[in-house]
């Protein structure tokens, strides 16, 4: 023990001079790494202009419509602005509850414990993939061409997103679970239905209510957004106080639309304490 406690002091000292003289050729390396960083990082500030004129002109007219958004205006609005997030909030709430339901077959299509027909398995997980690689705004401004303006566009959005969303985060928790819940299912002689019913939805509820939570209050903000290329709510109204100038009315629509967030995050929140402590 003695021999061992002598001998620290003298290792450390060997594994920080070993950290501190590292070989040449890794050195080379990490320079020439954070040259090739530095390098893409400022090509990629000349080609978006962030050091150009345009810039600084556009910097003072940023100021003034901030000074001008420090005073809320339009209260006579109030209804037609609160009747506008209600909207907003019933499109995340619909588009997060269709797309959950229907991401549960399919992440038991998707899930390798579950399906375990690989060929289908890897068609049906490009197709949530191919699903979730459009954002939001896409598949709006897909849907709005399709059936015109109002909410249906963005609810079905946040539906299509959520669904292969929700459906990789579902696959890869029952992927997680437990096989033993599942084997004594099945030697009780419980059916394929049994064993995803009683041995593996009862591992994975808890980490499916999460995700489901989660992805409400991240639809909230991005149904807001969906408003801008007319799929209804909120977010149309804010875009029409911006395009005519409307600072003071957009700054009251904004208050609005932070009041509403931070609402649902603190119903989220209790909603995961509650269900999920239960579970």
């Keep these: 023990m003695s021999l061992t406690l002598e001998a620290l002091p003298g290792a450390r000292a060997a594994y920080l001079e070993a950290a501190i003289r590292r070989p040449l050729s890794r050195r080379i390396k990490r320079v020439l790494f954070a040259a090739l960083a530095s390098a893409i990082l400022v090509y990629s500030a000349w080609v978006c202009e962030i050091f150009?004129?345009?810039?600084?002109?556009?910097?003072?007219?940023?100021?003034?419509?901030?000074?001008?958004?420090?005073?809320?205006?339009?209260?006579?609005?109030?209804?037609?602005?609160?009747?506008?997030?209600?909207?907003?909030?019933?499109?995340?709430?619909?588009?997060t509850l269709i797309g959950a339901v229907l991401a549960v077959p399919l992440a038991i299509l998707c899930s390798s414990k579950t399906f375990p027909?690989?060929?289908?398995?890897?068609?049906?997980?490009?197709?949530?993939?191919?699903?979730?690689?459009?954002?939001?705004?896409?598949?709006?401004?897909?849907?709005?061409?399709?059936?015109?303006?109002?909410?249906?566009?963005?609810?079905?959005?946040?539906?299509?997103?959520?669904?292969?969303?929700?459906?990789?985060?579902?696959?890869?928790?029952?992927?997680?679970?437990?096989?033993?819940?599942?084997?004594?299912?099945?030697?009780?002689?419980?059916t394929?239905?049994?064993?995803?019913?009683?041995?593996?939805?009862?591992?994975?509820?808890?980490?499916?209510?999460?995700?489901?939570?989660y992805m409400w209050e991240s639809n909230t903000r991005s149904a807001t957004i969906l408003g801008v290329v007319g799929a209804g709510g909120i977010g149309y109204q804010l875009a029409d106080r911006l395009r005519v100038y409307e600072f003071g009315q957009a700054s009251l629509i904004i208050i609005l639309i932070v009041v509403a967030v931070s609402a649902i995050d603190k119903l989220s929140a209790w909603l995961r304490f509650r269900l999920i402590g239960s579970a």
Excluded: C
């Design 192 to 213: 394929w239905l049994d064993e995803i019913r009683l041995g593996i939805l009862p591992q994975v509820l808890p980490v499916m209510l999460s995700a489901t939570l």
């Design 117 to 190: 027909i690989r060929i289908l398995q890897f068609g049906f997980r490009r197709f949530s993939d191919a699903l979730r690689s459009f954002d939001h705004l896409i598949w709006a401004l897909v849907f709005v061409r399709a059936i015109g303006l109002g909410p249906i566009a963005g609810i079905m959005a946040i539906a299509l997103v959520d669904l292969g969303t929700l459906a990789k985060l579902y696959s890869e928790a029952i992927d997680n679970a437990s096989k033993g819940p599942v084997e004594g299912v099945r030697a009780a002689g419980g």
């Design 52 to 95: 150009s004129p345009k810039l600084l002109a556009g910097l003072p007219k940023l100021g003034n419509a901030l000074l001008l958004m420090l005073s809320p205006s339009g209260f006579q609005y109030l209804p037609e602005f609160l009747w506008g997030l209600l909207e907003t909030i019933s499109m995340a709430f619909l588009g």
